[in-house]
């Protein structure tokens, strides 16, 4: 085995500590702005390090075969600045470190934690990091660490990312469902406000006015419980609001139920797929976003019976999975960055029509 995962001891502190002076001295040299415009180096600094070797807090990756330390990482069972951080078992994760020269080892880090979790019976993994910085952003959402949430912790603002590990709930029962009540809406908003910002939900008041003006306005899964835990709204939408959403002059939140169209046989529509939204104890699960994507194919097959034409399809997609689903699996094109974090895809109708043919056979 190339890899040995450790708790460090006191003789290791000076080379632990090295790790975190070269990789600022890399960052200095390839110009990113992260640990070396703050006062990292200073706050987490060797008393630091020895403290948490002391609380068996600091693990340590090695490379056999060259006997070196090559990564560091700190994991805590409990972090304050998450609010519900006594109700969960999970492991925070902290101040991950790498040799430069060593490539990939990061990735061998994070998936030695993921079994140390699994051994110890965690439900989760936590961590955070710069609301502005995309690359890392990205890398931890691909290891699948979806962010949950906002942090601020003096001059410091950053995204809460988590990952399931242990989940327990029975997936037994799941149903695509198309008929909803104003307790589910109220379900759905309360999933949305564990992703996105405010001002970018749609309130459950609306949803279910879109609802009644047009009853195939939402695709969802229910539980065995009968629980919504996973949806997407497909809105059919006046042309200039469409317009609107794809000129990023308006978001979801905005929509008003007089600017959703009701469904009329052999009519043709312009149609907007806003931000799926999974329960974040279903995330991670692939039964799951698979009934959703199934519901949602099974909803453009209903409409093609009744002739029902699509004049184009437009999606937003603020995640990187929500990207792939977009561009790998539907096919579509990419239009722009909006200003609520999010992007803009589109794909012409007879074009999604015949995508939708083929993913039947799939689905």
């Not at 969802?220 to 835990?229: F, L, P």
């Amino acid at each position: 085995m190339k890899y040995k995962f450790i708790h460090a001891n006191e003789t290791m502190l000076d080379s632990i500590y090295n790790l975190f002076e070269k990789r600022i001295e890399w960052m200095d040299n390839v110009g990113i702005k992260q640990w070396n415009v703050t006062n990292y180096i200073e706050t987490f600094n060797k008393n630091y390090l020895k403290q948490q070797i002391l609380e068996n807090n600091l693990f340590v990756m090695i490379n056999s075969a060259k006997n070196k330390i090559v990564g560091a990482i700190v994991l805590h069972e409990k972090d304050n600045k998450w609010e519900d951080n006594e109700e969960h078992s999970a492991y925070y994760l902290h101040n991950l470190v790498t040799d430069v020269q060593e490539k990939r080892v990061g990735i061998e880090i994070l998936n030695a934690v993921d079994e140390l979790a699994r051994k110890n019976n965690k439900e989760k993994l936590r961590l955070d990091c710069a609301e502005n910085n995309e690359f890392l952003n990205s890398y931890y959402e691909k290891a699948g660490y979806f962010f949950v949430g906002k942090i601020e912790w003096g001059s410091y603002k950053g995204n809460k990312r988590e990952k399931i590990i242990n989940n327990n709930i029975s997936l037994e029962g799941l149903k695509i469902d198309y008929k909803f009540n104003f307790e589910d809406f109220k379900v759905i908003e309360n999933i949305e406000h564990k992703y996105f910002e405010n001002d970018n939900i749609a309130p459950a008041e609306e949803c279910e006015k879109w609802y009644e003006k047009n009853d195939l306005t939402c695709v969802g899964v229910r539980n065995s419980e009968n629980k919504v835990i996973a949806s997407v709204s497909m809105l059919p939408l006046k042309y200039e609001v469409y317009k609107q959403i794809y000129e990023n002059k308006m978001n979801e939140a905005e929509i008003k139920y007089n600017q959703i169209v009701e469904y009329q046989d052999s009519k043709s529509y312009y149609i907007y797929l806003s931000s799926i939204s999974i329960d974040i104890n279903y995330r991670n699960n692939y039964k799951v976003i698979t009934a959703l994507l199934k519901g949602c194919i099974d909803l453009f097959d209903m409409l093609a019976k009744r002739k029902i034409l699509i004049k184009e399809v437009m999606a937003e997609a603020s995640t990187i999975h929500g990207e792939k689903i977009c561009k790998k699996l539907l096919k579509m094109e990419y239009i722009r960055n909006t200003s609520h974090d999010s992007k803009i895809y589109t794909v012409d109708g007879i074009e999604f029509t015949n995508i939708i043919k083929k993913l039947q056979k799939k689905f």
